[in-house]
């Protein structure tokens, strides 16, 4: 079946085009860089065409609160109104475990408005919520750092590896449509202070952890339920002490 990737040139869009091709699907990446613009429609209809499955996996270029939102909202409302001119019978999005728990976080309203437009869509739908990926760890150790001190919340983490992203929501793709959200995570849950304390070590930086409760995640400070699914997650296969001996 054809499945057009939107943000299929980025991390994990591109891995999602390469599982799908290798298992025979004509997989099209979608992306500015490759003349589709969800912001303003331009390529929707001509890359939608024909096209079975859509699969969301973009990102807002800013992450300022009016931006994000702006972002999400207008790229998804193009994206579904191209979609159900071209066909399209199964629309997917890839979204941020905790987003529906904690609206007070800029990013997270984003997200959260732009479930909403995918399920009030008459296209049938699939929502991933996914943990924060191994890929991205040490951006959240530069954006906590201040001197020579990373300050680090105490509370429960579960990163995945992009590849485990990239194949759970591509057997999504290849399926019925859920109808619902569903939550994946990494198979490890981790102390988040204690993680970024060993992770730190192995990266051989010489910045000191600092456990503090008031620290920040990318604008709010997290408590025990933000960064880690509820029960019944799918959890992927990559630990991050694997993903770090693979990267190497």
């Known amino acids: 079946m054809k499945i057009v990737v939107i943000g299929g040139t980025g991390l994990i869009g591109s891995k999602l085009v390469t ?15 490759t003349g589709v613009d969800t912001l303003t429609g331009k390529g929707l209809a001509e890359v939608l065409a024909g096209a079975s499955v859509v699969v969301d996996v973009s990102n807002s270029p800013s992450f300022e609160d009016a ?20 066909g399209v019978g199964h629309h997917i999005a890839l979204s941020v475990v905790g987003s529906d728990r904690r609206p007070d976080i800029g990013y997270f309203r984003a997200k959260i408005a732009q479930e909403q437009l995918i399920r ?9 919520h996914a943990t924060q990926f191994h890929e991205f760890a040490r951006r959240i150790a530069d954006e906590a750092t201040t001197g020579n001190e990373v300050h680090i919340a105490p509370v429960a983490f579960q990163p995945i590896a ?10 999504i793709a290849v399926g019925t449509p859920l109808n619902t959200m569903i ?3 990494g198979p490890t849950r981790y102390r988040m202070d204690e993680f970024f304390r060993k992770a730190l070590a192995t990266w051989g930086d010489p910045r000191e952890v600092v456990t503090d409760p008031l620290a920040h995640y990318f604008g709010a400070v997290p408590d025990e339920s933000t960064l880690v699914p509820g029960d019944g997650a799918v959890l992927g296969e990559i630990t991050y002490e694997d993903w770090l001996k693979s990267a190497a």
Do not use: Q
């Not at 999400?72 to 979609?83: H, K």
């Not at 009030?120 to 991933?128: D, G, N, R, T």
């Not at 992009?162 to 057997?171: F, H, P, W, Y």
């Open 162 to 171: 992009g590849d485990d992203v990239a194949r759970n929501v591509g057997r």
């Open 120 to 128: 009030e869509s008459s296209i049938p739908f699939s929502i991933v």
């Open 19 to 33: 599982k799908l091709g290798e298992h025979g699907h004509e997989a099209v990446a979608a992306a500015p860089n």
């Open 183 to 185: 939550e994946i995570a």
């Open 67 to 86: 931006a994000v939102l702006e972002f999400f909202t207008t790229s998804t409302r193009n994206l579904l109104a191209a979609g159900k001119e071209a």
